[in-house]
């Protein structure tokens, strides 16, 4: 009983997180920079931001995580951090030998303002860049925003860095995935294969945090988009952008740089948001639905129609990240569930708030931004006792204390293997998760049936 001192009155809180539900930009922006190629992504503060951020990736993905920091001292934090991030490029490319160094802030070198445009500039002219390699970097200062806001700055600055229109454009869609696992960003692109769209995808985590064991320790893994595909970007004709808050900078920024229009999907986690992101592939690229994605599409609707009957009614609490969220209270409103509440420690603004009341109906309470915590969160489930909570390790607390079930969902999820192997985007992967939520709730029916009502059949 953890958690049996949040008491059930609400209070308004204005200068009080406790327990956020979110984890700082840096953390995605670290994650966008693994899906490039032979990238590094570069900490600019001290180790032990660098330290928390690794840690986060790693207990999360459970692979080990490679990054650097500018090991900000005292000196750095009063006279700036330029020498220590001009050194850093240096040792950088002599040890390691990346294509790419991937730089973010920290709250820390926010706070001093150091300019990294600036000092990219220097490292460039005095050589530290050797022919070939690139630096980049986007502004992450965490006392704003949350990672899924790290991983929008992080993808958009692979457009402001590599993108180009040349001025022949090529017959490929981009597709930026937004901040969804490994797993799904390997079914997006089966998804478009299967469908024969030629597509350039970036980041692409999938093959660099969901690798295999081979017993020989790869620096680089063999994953990860390349600079030259990123590049191309600026050359394809249309751009699919998933989850607003994710990817909607870096498709805005491929507009304006590189005259490349865009559309923006909900993630297409269940099967209207799948439907509309296959649908929309369909037009873009002018392709036909393959009979194989229609088979998949025909099994989710089988389980669907078979198990009604178990969903109907059951209410949920969901917290996690905001594009997850939307697409996920869509889904569970669809198989007549009454989704409750809904919170995101991401200042996702009135048009997240507006897209949950259209997906799951006026009456559910949305918080997010300042003061939306784990601990709000608990308190609005005390209330609503609600019969499944969805979200990610933080609310097994949450769960335990109310003996309700909690399906694992977002980020990070420390306590459990599954996310990075199996998706939950596309007909696949809303199969499985249907699949944890049945589950869930059957385990549960079980537990509590009196022996009289204890089925073997379901
Ligand atoms: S919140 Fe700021 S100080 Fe804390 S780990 Fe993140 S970047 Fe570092």
Redesign the pocket.
């Known amino acids: 009983m953890l958690l049996r001192h949040t008491p059930k009155k609400l209070e308004e809180r204005e200068a009080l997180t406790i327990n956020p539900a979110k984890?700082?930009?840096?953390?995605g922006a670290m994650y966008a920079a693994l899906g490039i190629h032979k990238c590094l992504p570069h900490?600019h503060?001290?180790q032990?931001?660098c330290s928390?951020?690794r840690s986060a990736l790693t207990r999360h993905y459970k692979e080990p995580v490679m990054a650097t920091t500018s090991s900000f001292t005292e000196g750095a934090s009063v006279f700036g951090g330029q020498a220590n991030l001009l050194e850093g490029i240096n040792n950088i490319f002599t040890v390691y030998d990346p294509d790419v160094v991937a730089v973010h802030t920290?709250?820390?070198s926010e706070v001093i303002g150091d300019d990294l445009n600036q000092i990219i500039r220097k490292a460039q002219e005095e050589g530290k860049i050797p022919k070939g390699k690139r630096v980049i970097h986007t502004n992450?200062?965490?006392?704003k925003g949350s990672h899924v806001t790290g991983f929008a700055n992080m993808t958009q600055s692979m457009v402001t860095y590599f993108s180009e229109n040349t001025g022949s454009r090529q017959k490929q869609i981009n597709l930026i995935p937004g901040f969804v696992e490994p797993s799904d960003m390997a079914e997006l692109k089966r998804i478009m294969s299967e469908m024969g769209v030629k597509s350039v995808m970036f980041p692409d985590t999938s093959g660099v945090l969901n690798g295999p064991m081979t017993g020989k320790f790869k620096m680089f893994p063999n994953g990860g988009a390349t600079v030259d595909q990123i590049k191309s970007a600026g050359d394809s004709f249309f751009t699919l952008a998933l989850g607003r808050t994710a990817s909607l900078p870096a498709a805005k920024s491929l507009d304006t740089k590189c005259k490349v229009p865009c559309e923006i999907l909900d993630l297409p986690i269940g099967l209207r948001a799948t439907d509309i992101f296959v649908d929309n592939l369909r037009k873009t690229a002018g392709v036909n639905v393959p009979d194989s994605i229609k088979f998949e599409r025909g099994q989710l609707l089988d389980v669907i129609t078979d198990m009604h009957q178990y969903f109907y009614g059951k209410k949920a609490a969901l917290v996690g990240d905001p594009d997850q969220l939307s697409s996920l209270a869509e889904f569970l409103t669809d198989l007549d569930m009454k989704v409750t509440v809904v919170v995101t420690g991401t200042p996702a603004g009135p048009k997240f708030e507006r897209r949950v009341h259209e997906a799951s109906g006026e009456k559910t309470t949305v918080k997010y931004g300042l003061g939306s915590d784990m601990f709000l969160f608990h308190q609005l489930v005390k209330n609503d006792k609600p019969d499944l909570i969805f979200g990610n390790t933080y609310a097994k607390y949450i769960a335990r204390d109310e003996d309700i079930p909690l399906i694992r969902t977002g980020f990070p999820i420390y306590d459990r293997i599954g996310h990075q192997y199996f998706p939950m985007v596309g007909y696949k992967g809303a199969l499985r998760l249907l699949e944890r939520v049945l589950s869930a709730v059957m385990d549960r029916q079980d537990r509590d049936a009196p022996e009289e009502r204890f089925e073997l059949v379901m």
Request: net charge neutral; charged share 0%.
């Open positions: 984890t700082c930009q840096p953390v900490s503060g001290s032990g931001c928390y951020h920290t709250c820390l992450t200062p965490s006392f």
